[in-house]
């Protein structure tokens, strides 16, 4: 058995499983949600895909579900109805011509970039410190200077005056 | 430079809890939807997932390696599993000899739990069947199947699903119960509408519950701990107790009692 040439599906996930799940992960910021929304995608391939349609096909239905799946993680939160991953049709195509992101994190990554340059310099460097650093609270506070309270209040808000700035998305 | 100054109390209070949910999205745990309290919030998570994930660029970013296997592992299982899937079992004479083959848990290898779970969704057949009642499918007195498309799997006998109980089965396209609701058999899909984990029957509670956010579906299929089923039975205890969203009602796969065996439609493309 372990011998044997993989099977279409074990070939499509070789080819998509870490584009999948960079994809994924890049929006929901962890890793074990990232693996629970990389196997939802799977799961449904496994029930729903085609395997026999050309790969750029393969490739859009794959992110397609993918996205979702990760914009029905994020609708929990915002309390709204979820479109549930199965709403991509077996048969589903894309309207346009295919668009697969090719690095779909430094796409993402690229996005955050240009969101901290647009905000004033004690709220960049808060999220900075806390996020690409990684540090603690009170090590960011310690940093900056600043009470652990008033680290907190200033990542607050530099999320909330980030999250104004950024532009709607479909999600 | 008002963020200097000393912050105001509700920012404060705002700002501590709200740290919860950073503390785990950056500890790389599972933050919750509740720790958000509006959508304000909400959007400000998005934005703190999205600056985590951009501030762990390349391996950090990768898969781990151990999961990557285990998903292999389940696709190769489909691949070898695929004609299984796509064949019914052979129909049986009727009536039911005892101790036949059924499918059962044990079929778990080929679908594991996640699998069987969506599909479930697929199947999405809706309804019930009163024992003793007209059947609303027939089997052919030859024992083959006549109607639609897909076939009748059995997945318990009668006897063994008492009122109040729940039973679970899984077959090759489907993970779920068969319940006894004051009488009424039912089949219920074992994944819970909200993020599909699988639901676990409480005898006490007469409830299918989700170990993931504690979704809570009565044997009619319905979401019995969200704010409208609490509101509708008169027992509302306020927004911080009910389950936040309203989910979907379980899958219903269609159900039928013959010869004393239960068996569930499975539909098929």
């Known amino acids: ?171 | 430079m008002a963020d200097r100054e000393p912050p105001e109390r509700r920012d404060e209070d705002a700002a501590e809890r709200f740290d919860g949910f950073l503390e785990t999205l950056l500890g790389d745990g599972r933050p919750s939807p509740d720790a958000v309290d509006d959508r304000d919030e909400a959007e400000m998570a998005r934005m703190a997932a999205e600056l985590a994930a951009s501030g762990r660029p390349g391996a950090e970013s990768a898969p781990d390696p151990a999961f990557v296997e285990q998903m292999r592992r389940r696709m190769r299982e489909a691949d070898a599993g695929i004609d299984a899937v796509r064949q019914p079992p052979p129909v049986r004479e009727q009536p039911l000899a005892e101790g036949t083959a059924r499918w059962r848990l044990t079929r778990r290898q080929v679908l594991q739990a996640g699998f069987g779970a969506a599909a479930g969704m697929a199947a999405g057949v809706i309804g019930a069947s009163l024992i003793g009642q007209a059947q609303r499918r027939q089997i052919g007195g030859d024992g083959t199947l006549v109607t639609g498309e897909g076939f009748w799997t059995e997945v318990a006998r009668l006897d063994e699903v008492q009122p109040g109980d729940a039973v679970r089965f899984s077959t090759p396209a489907f993970d779920g119960f068969v319940v006894n609701d004051g009488g009424t058999i039912r089949a219920l899909s074992s994944v819970c509408t909200h993020m599909g984990c699988t639901l676990a029957y409480r005898p006490d509670w007469q409830d299918l519950r989700c170990p993931c956010h504690g979704a809570s579906f009565g044997l009619d299929g319905r979401l019995a701990n969200g704010k409208t089923a609490w509101r509708a039975e008169g027992a509302y205890r306020g927004d911080a107790h009910a389950y936040p969203i309203e989910l979907p009602d379980l899958v219903r796969p269609e159900v039928k009692v013959a010869d004393g065996a239960i068996l569930v439609w499975t539909a098929q493309a």
């Open chain 1, 1 to 171: 058995m372990a011998a044997t040439e993989p099977g279409p599906f074990e070939r499509v996930y070789d080819q998509h499983v870490v584009g999948i799940y960079r994809f994924v992960y890049a929006r929901v910021g962890n890793h074990p949600d990232a693996e629970d929304l990389t196997a939802q995608v799977f799961v449904r391939a496994v029930e729903q895909l085609d395997t026999t349609r050309d790969p750029g096909q393969i490739a859009a239905w794959l992110y397609r579900v993918a996205h979702n799946a990760t914009a029905d993680y994020w609708r929990a939160f915002y309390r709204l109805p979820l479109v549930g991953t199965d709403h991509v049709a077996p048969g589903w195509e894309p309207a346009e011509p295919t668009v697969v992101p090719t690095d779909p994190d430094d796409r993402a990554g690229a996005r955050v970039q240009a969101l901290l340059r647009r905000l004033p310099d004690h709220y960049r460097r808060v999220l900075e410190l806390r996020f690409l650093q990684r540090l603690s609270v009170a090590e960011t506070a310690r940093t900056m200077g600043i009470s652990n309270g008033n680290a907190r209040v200033l990542q607050y808000r530099a999320l909330r005056r980030a999250a104004l700035l950024e532009e709607p998305t479909d999600g």
